[in-house]
């Protein structure tokens, strides 16, 4: 099983914040690795490969500039693409067949998506048919795909937290 993350359209400086997040989000809800297209910005690789060295697990973090030859890469390779946008199909009605497949590309937009997105993936899907973030479609869609599982991951990092009802405790391990 392998899911990847493509975020289309970052660009310098406004996308700096929601694109790591894009990233954060990605690696906590169970996701393998995070690939940035749109301008190239080794800040944005470098916060979240920082988590990761801090944080653990095995989540990978890359640029590619020509996201079209990516998305057909990993076709080549039996991903099975999906388009998150508003547009799609509703999440509920998509989530059976998209569960029956065991790699993912998941492909998120930023403010202007290019319009030949929609040739390359195989399925549009909606978190719900209005507009939102890609924060939020990200995240929704991850735990739904996953069942919830995602949320009991261990990453073995350099530090782990002791979880609190009151207060925060952080080890070293
Ligand atoms: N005007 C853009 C469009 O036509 O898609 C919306 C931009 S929205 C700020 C940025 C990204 O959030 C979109 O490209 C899409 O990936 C994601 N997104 C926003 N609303 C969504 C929804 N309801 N379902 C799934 N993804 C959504």
């Known amino acids: 099983m392998s899911v990847w993350i493509l975020r ?12 790591t997040h894009c990233g954060l989000v990605s690696r906590a809800l169970g996701a393998d690795g995070i690939i940035f297209s749109g301008q190239r910005d ?9 988590i ?3 944080w653990g697990g095995n989540f990978k973090v890359k640029y590619e500039k020509n996201w079209g030859k990516l ?7 039996g991903y099975f693409v999906v388009y998150l946008t508003m547009y799609g199909i509703n999440l509920p009605e998509a989530i059976g067949e998209i569960r029956g497949k ?15 997105v929609y040739d390359f993936c195989d399925i549009q899907v909606a978190v719900g048919n209005q507009p939102h973030s890609e ?24 530090v782990r937290i002791v979880p609190k009802r009151k207060g925060k405790e952080i080890k070293t391990n």
């Open 71 to 77: 998305v057909k890469n990993f076709k080549n390779k």
């Open 52 to 54: 990761v060295d801090k």
């Open 102 to 116: 065991s790699n993912l590309l998941v492909i998120i937009g930023s403010q202007k998506v290019p319009g030949d």
């Open 42 to 50: 080794k800040g944005l690789i470098e916060s979240v490969e920082r």
């Open 135 to 158: 924060i939020a479609a990200l995240a929704v869609f991850l735990d739904r795909y996953f069942q919830g599982n995602e949320i009991n991951k261990k990453f073995g990092g350099k």
């Open 8 to 19: 289309l359209g970052h660009r310098l400086p406004r996308d700096e914040r929601v694109s």
